[in-house]
């Protein structure tokens, strides 16, 4: 059975980007793969969490993985820094990546860009230690949304150096994965990029959002004067919310509105509303159980512990392999 491998980084609640681009993957791919889904909080430390933010904020994920229907029966869910192993792979994967990919590495200049303050080596070797979370379960499938792309194509780099420096095949290559033909990108309501936890207040639709909250955000999308030709492109902040569109809502609704965009009919403050209830709909059930979760210490702390025992079992054996790779012998 091929491995599966994601995660999701500990920096706040999970929105409707990650839940599209990655989590409705995962609870599909959970009872078909051998799954490992964990929280990133390793990687959340570029950013320089205090402690209580950094605990609240991986319980909120581990919260919410379970909300959403991710089975710890089935698949492992576990958190990053329970398995030690995966720093370790970190370190030898670092011996053998190069200062000019990671420097060209698009999210790596965006960051740069948007904290020339905080450009810390950690974040310099990000996607090496993506790597090495894929690596350490030897992955072959990895549901990620499309901002992950090029993350999985330096995993793969990384990996196939490794067996060519050592002249063994000890890592098969991962690929971004979604059930969908293409990964998805779901754009933020401002009218800009992508939807994201750091794009400022009202970009992101949260899956613990109250349905208020959601009305409120959808309404105050940003939109323009409306369309004045028939069948004109759509300007992107128009196009973003029909993006969002056809991932909640059903495909006559979402052609609906198409027509009546096409036909320089539609009324924004419908579109919106329907879109609204529609993202309500799909949200309420994983809101729903957020709460009981959350309370429920006893489960999260069992949940956990189950996790990073299954986990550690995988790591360990890619970990005695690598160290036998490289050379390292007991005496
Ligand atoms: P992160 O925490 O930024 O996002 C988690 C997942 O959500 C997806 N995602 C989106 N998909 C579509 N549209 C959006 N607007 C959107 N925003 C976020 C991301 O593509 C991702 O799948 N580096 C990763 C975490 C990570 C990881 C890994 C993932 C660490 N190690 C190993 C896979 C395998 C990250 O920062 O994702």
Redesign the pocket.
């Known amino acids: 059975m091929e491995t599966v ?5 500990s ?1 706040g609640n999970l ?1 409707l ?2 839940y ?3 989590i409705q993957n995962f609870v599909k791919m959970q009872n078909e793969y051998n799954c490992y889904f964990f929280i ?1 909080d390793l ?1 959340s430390l570029t950013t320089h969490p205090t402690p209580a933010d950094l605990h609240g904020n991986i319980k909120q994920v581990l919260v919410e993985y379970l909300a959403a229907g991710i089975n710890p029966e089935t698949a492992t869910i576990y958190i990053q820094s329970d398995v030690p192993e995966i720093a370790e792979l970190y370190l030898y994967m670092n011996m053998n990546a190069y200062l000019g990919e990671l420097e060209r590495a698009t999210s790596f200049k965006d960051k740069v860009r948007a904290n020339p303050d905080n450009v810390n080596a950690g974040l310099l070797t ?1 996607p090496v ?2 790597a090495a ?2 690596i350490i379960h030897k992955a072959t499938k ?7 792309e090029q ?1 999985l194509e330096m995993a793969r780099t990384f990996a196939n150096r490794f067996n060519r420096l050592y002249n063994k095949d000890v890592f098969p290559e991962p690929y971004a994965f979604n059930y969908s033909e293409n990964l ?4 933020g309501l401002d009218g800009k990029g ?3 936890k750091s794009e400022g207040e009202g970009n992101a639709v949260f899956l613990s959002d109250s349905p208020e909250i959601i009305r409120k955000k959808v309404m105050r999308a940003v939109t323009d004067s409306g369309p004045t030709a028939e069948n004109q492109d759509k300007p992107v902040e128009i196009q973003n919310l029909f993006d969002i569109m056809k991932v909640v809502s059903s495909p006559d609704t979402y052609n609906h509105f198409d027509n009546l965009y096409n036909s320089c009919q539609v009324r924004y403050g419908d579109l919106k509303k329907q879109l609204a209830e529609d993202i309500i709909i799909a949200t309420t059930p994983i809101r729903e159980k957020i709460n009981d979760i959350a309370n429920d210490a006893p489960y999260l702390r069992q949940v956990a512990k189950h996790g990073a025992i299954k986990a550690r079992e995988s790591a360990q054996r890619t970990i005695k392999q690598v160290r036998e790779t490289i050379g390292f012998r007991s005496f």
């Open positions: 491998v994601s995660g999701i980084r920096t929105h980007g990650n599209y681009g990655a990133a990687h990000y230690l993506m979370d894929i990895v549901p990620v949304g499309k901002d992950q993350h998805v990108k779901i754009p992508k939807m994201g």
